[in-house]
């Protein structure tokens, strides 16, 4: 069974730093497209950051040069390093697959994790 | 990275059928059967309910379909029930960036 567990948020300051994990089972993370996508309080989806099997990685605007998303291969884990941390960046971070039986659509999400940050 | 457009609610009654709008551009829903739809319950992760414009995941009832023409992508959701009311999200590839885009979202109420 596919299973993908984020874990790693919590209360941050503006200007800090939190590092993301989402816990893979059922599948290689490294074999697969996988997705952090937030969502605001109150507000919808938006995409923030990717990577595809093959290693290349990709980030929203509203994140470039302060967030970083890799894997573990040995962990099989999904990371999202976020530095420099605003108080727009505060959301709901969920981890996602894209598999191939479901095309482009996002067919597993894990139950999301709520960075708050706040002075 | 703009986002696709949505009507903020729709709203149906038990049994009836509603249709949830996404328009895009060329560059996306008009160019590509990328589209995808989500449902999202209060608190919950967000559930895959359509993907390639108009195909179900296993398990999704078949009450729900999906369409699309020219740059507008459409979910219909027929014999409406109680347990459909949810925030529903569309979402589609896009050639004018290196990320996917998600619509604005629509609350469905079910009357």
């Known amino acids: 069974e596919v299973q993908l567990v984020e874990s790693g948020g919590g209360l941050i300051q503006p200007g800090g730093s939190l590092r993301l994990s989402c816990a893979a089972s059922?599948?290689?993370?490294?074999?697969?497209?996988m997705a952090w996508v937030r969502q605001a309080p109150g507000k919808g989806l938006e995409w923030v950051s990717v990577?595809?099997?093959?290693?290349?990685?990709y980030n929203a605007d509203s994140v470039k040069g302060r967030f970083t998303i890799s894997r573990d291969n040995s962990k099989n884990t999904l990371y999202l390093q976020m530095n420099s941390l605003r108080a727009e960046d505060t959301a709901v971070y969920y981890c996602?697959?894209?598999?191939?039986?479901?095309?482009?659509?996002?067919?597993?999400w894990g139950r999301g994790t709520l960075v708050t940050v706040t002075s | 990275q703009s986002a696709l457009t949505q009507p903020a609610s729709v709203s149906g009654s038990l049994g009836q059928s509603i249709t949830i709008s996404c328009t895009g551009t060329?560059?996306?829903?008009?160019?590509?059967?990328?589209v995808s739809w989500y449902q999202q319950h209060p608190g919950k992760a967000p559930k895959l309910m359509i993907y390639?414009?108009?195909n179900r995941p296993s398990g999704v009832s078949n009450r729900f379909s999906g369409s699309k023409s020219g740059n507008t992508a459409s979910l219909t959701i027929s014999g409406l029930q109680a347990e459909d009311e949810a925030d529903y999200y569309c979402g589609s590839y896009t050639s004018s960036s290196t990320l996917d885009i998600f619509g604005t979202g629509t609350k469905v109420t079910v009357l």
């Open positions: 060329s560059s996306d829903i008009g160019a590509y059967n990328y």
């Open positions: 059922g599948f290689a993370v490294t074999s697969n497209f």
């Open positions: 390639d414009v108009s």
């Open positions: 996602a697959r894209r598999s191939q039986e479901y095309s482009y659509g996002l067919g597993y």
């Open positions: 990577i595809y099997s093959g290693g290349d990685t």
